[in-house]
């Protein structure tokens, strides 16, 4: 009764107040003049909620008494319509130093109650905590859980390790894990998948460029993938100077060509000039980002890719595989070289699968023996 | 409305109360509005902070690949162009949702034919802002798909070359243009701009291809402009209440025009009924004096409350017309009069305006002015004799000289005079600046 009298009085003077209540059951008397700078409020004050005690406004669930109190604050303050920018903005900056838990929740807060500008105040807060920190700094302010893979956390979108080396070896780590990943599925394929190999020799060397060729010469869905991706490779052996991959698939077409005359003089051609190149590529981080070309389109932004999950004991394999292949990478390229060119023109006569190191000693003797 | 639980259960057991994740639960859009309050590269950076971040920053409306989002340090043009191509089509490949505001403005890219690609692929969807700057190379044309992304409300583009299609059809929703340092053809101007019956502001800096500026806008309320034409025409825009114009170079106006025309003051004011901003820079007064300068405007500027003119005080028929503004404008609250610094022999030189010419005129309203660049002559001592005569409510006036050479006689004697001047008003501050 009383209540509805004071609605119906409503002098000037008196201020009138509304009834809030929160998700926890507690009820609050406010302001209107304050209360209303929030939408969600003034919405329901409109449709007729909050005037008296029996029917407050429920405020959603995620306004906790606590949030509401700084809403509160934050609305007297603004609602008064005399201030200048200046001391509008002097309060924001106060307001919003609090630890990071609670910054969260008033934007949670606000963001129910629709009051869009406490909402962008907060994200900018949030936002100037995320800037500029690296993953760990980040993760540990906000407590947020590190269950990413090795994999996914070292193939950041952005590459931001420079060091050219570091980031090959991410490379050639998750490459490698994928032909593994291959191998065990492909020793359920049938056999007919893999008897017409006419591939070129580009396709059997690129299991040097490519992020997903497999190192055997069997065909498979990734087939696609590794043509396509050649293009890239291929575009750019005009200029010499270019990546190794470049430039084995080069001296790969080259042999192509001539395959029925001996190999083994465009082999050391196109060794000389591809060892000076390698040795010389391989300390510049300038060319590097010519293999995020070739390799990239896989790596750089690969989601469900190297999701695998991998036994820790197929894990330590891979690891030294990795560190054997890298090994070898920086210290006997040219030996290798020849060996992988060797291997691309043996390919074209045998039809097997085997593991990697094994065939490859296989065919330099057998290519030796063809000289 | 999406509730959220206050806690998630913590990954790691004995965890306190304290350390739990408040944020990644937290509601798509405001998700966004954090993101994007990042550089894109910070933004994408946040997909290894855990599986949940992965893709959070796929439904970044706002998209801008500048300098500081996108770090390619290298000085090899192609490698800068291949790494930036390749970022933007991964970022566009990767991303999810609608996609509003697009910008491309990297110091290192010039004009490639991916642009294009991406453009045609962002037409496709609901773009609404789109800045392309151009800062390397040649004049970059965009291509036509561009002028059919019909959600369009912000286009800015710098170092561009448009040339719509014949199907054009104007942009329905497009507020706001800004084109600097652009090539276009006139029928293709005025057609843009007429065809866009929502425009707000237009701002055009350094254009070629055209030299008549016929707006035809009737809801501009901003327009700034800045480079080389013949005239400017302005049709129905009764709503502009806001124009800085400047004419970058003293084309030689004949004194007389031809049929014996309205001057050119009276034609530019005729269609500003609302003005309440004027800049008028470089050599646009210079413009405004074609034609027989009035003593005042037919219809007077009621609204005009700011006024910033570049002037030679030197130049008799300048001089009227700024005296013709200035009677016209019995609201203003502020004016600024800055001398062209390099024309000290104009064609008609005013030895002195005589007296009548600054009768009492009322200035009710100014409180504030700013007078610089000047050199201590006959005329510019006049007008401010004249403002401070006139002035009863104003507050502060600064005074500024050119850069001395030499001339620090006439500086003294200025500031002789300055002081000597009466005051209409008693609070009035006279501040002498150094040059």
């Known amino acids: 009764m009383a209540e509805a009298d004071r609605e119906i009085i409503k002098p000037e003077m008196m201020k009138s107040y509304i009834w809030l209540q929160t998700s926890d059951g507690s009820l609050q008397q406010v302001e209107q003049e304050v209360a209303v700078f929030c939408p969600f409020i003034c919405h329901e004050m409109h449709s007729g909620m909050g005037s008296s005690k029996t029917y407050p406004i429920s405020l959603p669930s995620r306004v906790s008494p606590a949030m509401l109190s700084l809403i509160l604050d934050y609305c007297r303050f603004h609602q008064v319509p005399g201030r200048s920018n200046k001391e509008r903005k002097s309060f924001d900056e106060k307001f919003i130093r609090m630890d990071t838990k609670r910054l969260c929740e008033l934007t949670s807060a606000a963001d129910s109650l629709q009051l869009k500008p406490l909402v962008d105040l907060t994200s900018r807060a949030l936002a100037r905590m995320i800037e500029g920190k690296t993953p760990e700094e980040i993760r540990d302010i906000f407590h947020l859980p590190d269950d990413l893979t090795e994999e996914e956390k070292l193939e950041p979108i952005k590459n931001t390790i420079d060091d050219p080396r570091i980031r090959l070896l991410n490379r050639l780590y998750a490459r490698k894990r994928k032909e593994l990943k291959e191998r065990e599925r492909l020793k359920n394929v049938e056999a007919e998948e893999e008897c017409v190999d006419e591939r070129s020799v580009e396709d059997l060397l690129s299991f040097i460029n490519g992020g997903d060729a497999d190192s055997k010469g069997v065909k498979t869905s990734k087939n696609k993938k590794k043509n396509r991706r050649r293009k890239d490779p291929q575009k750019n052996t005009s200029s010499n100077d270019t990546w190794t991959s470049n430039s084995t698939s080069s001296s790969g077409n080259a042999a192509d060509k001539k395959e029925s005359n001996g190999l083994d003089s465009i082999c050391h051609e196109h060794d000389a000039a591809a060892r000076d190149d390698l040795l010389s590529n391989l300390g510049k981080s300038l060319k590097l980002p010519n293999i995020d070309d070739s390799f990239a389109p896989d790596d750089e932004f690969d989601a469900g890719d190297l999701d695998d999950d991998i036994d820790p004991a197929m894990k330590e394999k891979i690891d030294r595989e990795v560190e054997d292949f890298a090994r070898r990478l920086n210290s006997d390229w040219p030996d290798r070289m020849q060996e992988i060119l060797s291997l691309g023109q043996e390919r074209k006569r045998i039809l097997t699968a085997n593991t990697c190191n094994g065939s490859l000693r296989r065919y330099a003797r057998l290519d030796q023996q063809q000289k | ?435």
């Not at chain 2, 930036?84 to 490639?112: A, T, Y």
């Not at chain 2, 600064?398 to 005079?417: A, H, R, Y």
């Open chain 2, 1 to 435: 409305m999406s509730s959220m639980k206050q806690w998630e259960p913590p990954k790691v057991p004995c965890k306190s109360e304290m350390e739990v994740d408040n944020i990644t639960n937290l509601p798509e859009h405001v998700i966004d509005k954090i993101l994007s309050h990042l550089s894109l590269r910070d933004a994408v950076r946040t997909s290894v902070l855990s599986s949940k971040w992965r893709y959070k920053w796929n439904t970044l409306p706002h998209l801008v690949f500048d300098n500081q989002s996108v770090l390619v340090s290298s000085q090899d043009q192609t490698l800068v162009k291949n790494k930036l191509v390749h970022i933007v089509d991964h970022v566009l490949l990767l991303h999810s949702g609608p996609i509003q505001k697009f910008k491309l403005s990297h110091r290192d890219l010039q004009g490639v034919s991916d642009i294009d690609k991406w453009i045609l692929f962002l037409s496709r969807g609901a773009l609404k802002e789109f800045v392309l700057e151009i800062w390397k190379g040649h004049r970059y044309k965009l291509p036509s798909s561009i002028y059919f992304c019909q959600n369009l409300i912000h286009l800015e583009l710098f170092n561009c070359l448009l040339r719509p299609p014949a199907t054009f059809a104007g942009f329905k929703n497009l507020k706001s243009i800004d084109l600097q340092h652009i090539t276009m053809d006139q029928n293709a101007f005025e057609y843009l701009i007429s065809s866009c019956p929502l425009l707000e502001r237009l701002t055009l800096m350094n254009f070629d291809g055209f030299t008549n500026l016929n707006i035809h806008a009737p809801n501009l309320l901003f327009f700034d402009i800045g480079g080389v034409f013949a005239n400017v025409n302005f049709q129905d825009t009764f709503q502009l209440a806001v124009v800085s114009i400047g004419l970058y170079s003293n084309m030689g106006f004949d004194r007389n025009l031809p049929f014996g025309s309205a001057s050119n003051l009276i034609k530019f004011f005729g269609h500003l009924p609302r003005i309440q901003r004027l800049e008028v820079q470089s050599y646009f007064l210079k413009y405004l004096t074609a034609g027989k300068v009035p003593r005042r405007l037919p219809t007077p500027c009621i609204e005009l409350s700011f006024l910033s003119l570049r002037i030679n005080f030197s130049d008799l028929d300048e001089s009227l017309a700024a005296l013709c503004l200035l009677r016209s404008s019995p609201n203003l609250h502020e004016l600024e009069m800055l001398a062209r610094p390099e024309e000290q022999n104009a064609a008609r030189v005013s030895a002195n305006i005589v007296e009548e010419g600054y009768e009492n005129c009322p200035f009710n309203q100014l409180r504030f002015v700013k007078i610089a660049g000047i050199s201590g002559l006959r005329q510019e001592l006049n007008f401010i004799k004249f403002l401070l005569a006139n002035s009863p409510v104003l507050e502060k006036m600064t005074v500024k000289p050119s850069s001395t050479d030499g001339g620090w006689e006439l500086l003294k004697e200025l500031m002789k005079e300055l002081l000597r001047f009466c005051r209409a008003s008693v609070q009035a501050q006279i501040i002498y600046l150094d040059p």
